[in-house]
């Protein structure tokens, strides 16, 4: 089953194409890989798809719905959850401080109930809590569970934005460049998180320039040059590729 479906996704900054007419099919259950030269367009398709921004022209469903137009908070909801390629935690927060903020995505207290602090939003604190708690426990960081996210090494730091976008219940996990800045054994341990991620029915789509992370935990590779998609297919037949080894992998 098609989980996310882009046709003809195009997005123009001033005279800047970053995206011309992108068309991608994340199938439900798959881990996809978005990869291409810096500038290709990468991270501006994260954002129309997260609703950061609109593009200019296309279509985006996720589990045949529409995306386009709804906000950010909307689409979360929705269950598509993600990592950013800077990170972006809560540097003077606990580490399981920073997964429950994930996992009010899902909660149903707003802002007054926070407020008001009635006996089922203390309830529902508690539940969020051990929530998150569970979650630091799969990413392995059960033990730094009270440490500031500042005080993390930068692998910690990793896993614990993968365990914050994961509190949200996501169907679809978007990570953004999750083994950049990791050392060989960090980059190792992500890839078995990434794969007992899929084990647990969530489905990834993640950009990355670690040609070993790709080819290693990719069902399929799609691959952007100049915001336009160039080619697509198994890690096998990307590594093959004329046009990809062209523009990207390079010869050897």
């Known amino acids: 089953m098609t989980l996310l479906e882009t046709e003809n996704v195009s997005k123009v900054f001033g005279g800047l194409t970053a995206l011309d007419r992108v068309a991608i099919a994340v199938e439900e259950g798959k881990i996809v890989s978005l990869i291409g030269?810096?500038?290709?367009?990468?991270?501006?398709?994260?954002?129309?798809?997260?609703?950061v921004y609109a593009p200019d022209r296309g279509r985006i469903t996720f589990r045949a719905r529409p995306m386009i137009g709804r906000a950010p908070h909307e689409i979360t909801r929705q269950g598509i959850a993600r990592t950013f390629q800077s990170i972006?935690?809560?540097?003077?927060?606990?580490?399981?401080?920073?997964?429950?903020?994930g996992a009010h995505a899902q909660s149903r207290a707003g802002i007054l109930g926070a407020l008001l602090r009635s006996g089922w939003v203390l309830e529902e604190e508690r539940t969020l809590a051990s929530k998150a708690f569970q979650l630091l426990e799969f990413v392995g960081l059960t033990d730094r569970a009270e440490v500031w996210a500042r005080h993390l090494s930068y692998g910690e730091q990793r896993r614990l934005e993968i365990a914050r976008a994961l509190a949200?219940?996501?169907v679809l996990l978007l990570l953004d460049e999750p083994a950049a800045g990791m050392n060989p054994r960090e980059t190792e341990d992500l890839m078995r998180l990434i794969r007992r991620i899929r084990e647990q029915g969530v489905t990834i789509l993640l950009i990355e320039?670690?040609?070993k992370v790709v080819m290693g935990i990719?069902?399929?590779?799609?691959?952007?040059?100049h915001g336009e998609k160039i080619a697509e297919g198994s890690p096998?037949?990307?590594?093959?590729?004329?046009?990809v080894i062209e523009a990207y992998l390079g010869t050897t």
């Open 37 to 51: 030269p810096n500038g290709a367009g990468k991270t501006t398709f994260f954002n129309c798809v997260t609703g």
């Open 88 to 101: 972006r935690l809560f540097a003077e927060m606990t580490a399981l401080e920073n997964v429950m903020v």
């Open 168 to 170: 949200s219940d996501p």
């Open 209 to 211: 320039h670690d040609m």
């Open 218 to 225: 990719s069902d399929r590779v799609v691959v952007l040059n």
């Open 236 to 243: 096998v037949e990307i590594q093959r590729d004329p046009r």
